[in-house]
């Protein structure tokens, strides 16, 4: 058990919908970033949080946005689903300081599909 | 040009005996992380382990090294003693720079088989 905790672990939708990913990082860390893995583009860097704050920004699309809270748990939120969106996505947190490495710990995943 | 590069789509073992999973990175950053990930059929992504741009000695933990050639670009991941449970997707990953920002860029990954 990696710490990392998303919910939830399936979720099936329809295309134009709206779906919300969550993620509770390990206890104590400030950082947490989004993937989404996918059979076309492989494991792709999302988002990055840190202590409530957007740190970096990858191949995030636009109908997709982000937000991490005051006590550090974070939501993924999809909009406008296609089918292209079918996914699995992680969320990954890190500890900071120099000595932490920077090891990202993965969630399970969420695994989306959008009929 | 990919910034990581694992050139083995699948890799077949025997039990027990020993596997090399390649990768090959690149950067012009002169601090940089390399990371190996295992994906079991499951799904979940699982931290195997990690060798710093800095670091002098080959990092090992248990049954996994990183032989990390720095001039070469490489970040070998090697599996001594290989167990059935280790059959799965392997990835290596690289965090590039300083600062707070450390996403990871990942390879397409290696799909190890171990047989019996």
């Known amino acids: 058990d990696s710490g990392v905790t998303q919910t939830p672990k399936h979720l099936i939708t329809a295309t134009g919908q709206r779906v919300t990913l969550r993620c509770s990082p390990r206890?104590?860390?400030?950082?947490v970033y989004w993937y989404q893995q996918s059979l076309d583009q492989g494991l792709q860097f999302l988002i990055q949080?840190?202590?409530?704050?957007?740190?970096a920004k990858g191949n995030i699309l636009e109908r997709f946005s982000a937000q991490q809270f005051p006590d550090l748990h974070s939501e993924l939120n999809l909009s406008s689903l296609e089918l292209g969106d079918s996914a699995l996505y992680f969320c990954?947190?890190?500890?900071?300081?120099?000595?932490?490495?920077?090891?990202?710990?993965f969630g399970a995943g969420t695994r989306l599909s959008v009929l | 040009a990919q910034k990581i590069t694992q050139t083995q789509p699948g890799m077949f073992v025997q039990e027990k005996e020993a596997v090399t999973l390649d990768c090959t990175y690149d950067?012009?950053?002169?601090?940089?992380?390399l990371f190996w990930y295992k994906q079991p059929s499951s799904g979940e992504m699982i931290f195997l382990i990690y060798?710093?741009?800095?670091?002098?000695q080959n990092a090992t933990e248990g049954r996994y090294s990183l032989n990390f050639q720095k001039a070469r670009k490489s970040a070998n991941l090697v599996i001594s003693a290989s167990q059935l449970g280790d059959s799965a997707m392997y990835f290596c990953?690289?965090?590039?720079?300083?600062?707070?920002?450390?996403?990871?860029?990942f390879g397409k990954g290696t799909l190890l088989t171990v047989n019996p």
């Open positions: 990954a947190s890190s500890p900071t300081g120099a000595r932490s490495k920077n090891i990202q710990y």
């Open positions: 206890s104590g860390d400030l950082s």
């Open positions: 949080y840190y202590n409530g704050e957007e740190r």
């Open positions: 950067t012009s950053d002169p601090s940089y992380g």
């Open positions: 060798q710093g741009s800095y670091d002098q």
């Open positions: 990953a690289m965090s590039e720079g300083g600062g707070s920002n450390y996403k990871l860029t």
